[in-house]
């Protein structure tokens, strides 16, 4: 699968480094936003040049005159994660001010898959609206909620968790995550 993941200025950056390591067989397009590169280096221990080594190539949220940007370049999903309730906002308004929510808004017209991994707690009334909105308009929101009868003993559990359940809109298998048998 051809597969852009965006990585906003939202806290959990851990996902998007769990998704690129787990589409590794895929061809992987990064998308990194200004806000982004401040949060890598606030919650994380990886590098630009180290997170650039997970993705087929990476592109800077300003370039807007790039192949991805174009409809005619066709790409099987887009995943945001995570995605900064800012950017879930103007993708839902239909603001293209960047490369993420340019690529957004060709995923929407030309109908392919967009996911959306918001991390923020608690939701405003506007956010709620928003992702209702996005919802239907076929946009899969994900948030990266514990599954705790799994009984996750780990932030690394809740993320493969997290990471498991986009894959499963995917229809990629996984491992990620035992299926809950009661």
Do not use: W
Request: proline share 5%; charged share 20%; with cysteine.
């Amino acid at each position: 699968m051809k597969i852009i993941v965006g990585i906003t200025g939202a806290s959990g950056f851990v996902i998007g480094i769990r998704l690129l390591q787990i589409l590794k067989n895929h061809e992987t397009y990064l998308i990194i936003s200004p806000n982004a590169k401040d949060i890598l280096n606030l919650e994380t221990d990886y590098s630009l040049e180290e997170l650039e080594k997970l993705a087929y190539k990476m592109y800077d949220n300003s370039q807007m005159n790039v192949d991805i940007a174009s409809g005619t370049n066709k790409f099987d999903a887009l995943i945001i994660a995570p995605c900064s309730i800012n950017t879930l906002s103007k993708i839902a308004c239909g603001i293209e001010d960047n490369l993420i929510t340019r690529v957004a808004a060709v995923a929407l017209k030309e109908g392919r898959k967009l996911i959306l991994v918001p991390r923020e707690n608690p939701l405003s009334t506007v956010a709620l609206k928003r992702m209702y909105e996005l919802s239907s308009m076929g946009v899969k929101i994900v948030m990266p909620i514990p599954a705790f009868y799994l009984k996750p003993k780990t932030v690394s559990a809740v993320v493969d968790y997290t990471v498991g359940k986009i894959l499963d809109l995917l229809g990629i298998e996984h491992d990620l995550y035992e299926p809950y048998l009661p």
